[in-house]
């Protein structure tokens, strides 16, 4: 999975951190990056979340979002 999100990318990018966690029909998953960037015209400040939904073993959608709490809610998960 990393490499179709890092793979498409003019340049490299700098990542401090990649957080996964499962969820019971998807995951959620987060790139923790050191400075702010622009995705789409939105400011993204230091990470970068994506709610993947899962159906028969296959990836179906990766939904992002710039904050956790819309992301978790998301992917069916509460913010611990």
Same mark, same amino acid.
């Given at each position: =999975?990393?490499? @179709?999100?890092?793979?498409?990318?003019?340049?490299?990018? #700098?990542?401090? /951190?990649?957080? %996964? @966690?499962? +969820?019971?029909?998807? +995951?959620?998953? +987060?790139?923790?990056?050191?400075? $702010?960037?622009?995705?789409?015209?939105? #400011?993204?400040?230091? $990470? =970068?979340?994506? /709610?993947?939904?899962? +159906?028969?073993?296959?990836?179906? $959608? @990766?939904?992002?979002?710039?904050?956790?709490?819309? /992301? %978790? /809610?998301?992917?069916?998960?509460?913010?611990?």
């Amino acid at each position: =999975m990393l490499d @179709i999100f890092l793979g498409r990318r003019d340049e490299p990018i #700098e990542i401090d /951190a990649l957080e %996964l @966690i499962g +969820a019971e029909l998807g +995951a959620l998953f +987060a790139f923790h990056r050191p400075q $702010s960037w622009d995705v789409a015209g939105v #400011e993204i400040r230091g $990470s =970068m979340y994506h /709610a993947v939904e899962v +159906a028969d073993g296959r990836i179906t $959608s @990766i939904n992002d979002y710039a904050e956790r709490t819309e /992301a %978790l /809610a998301a992917a069916g998960l509460g913010d611990d």
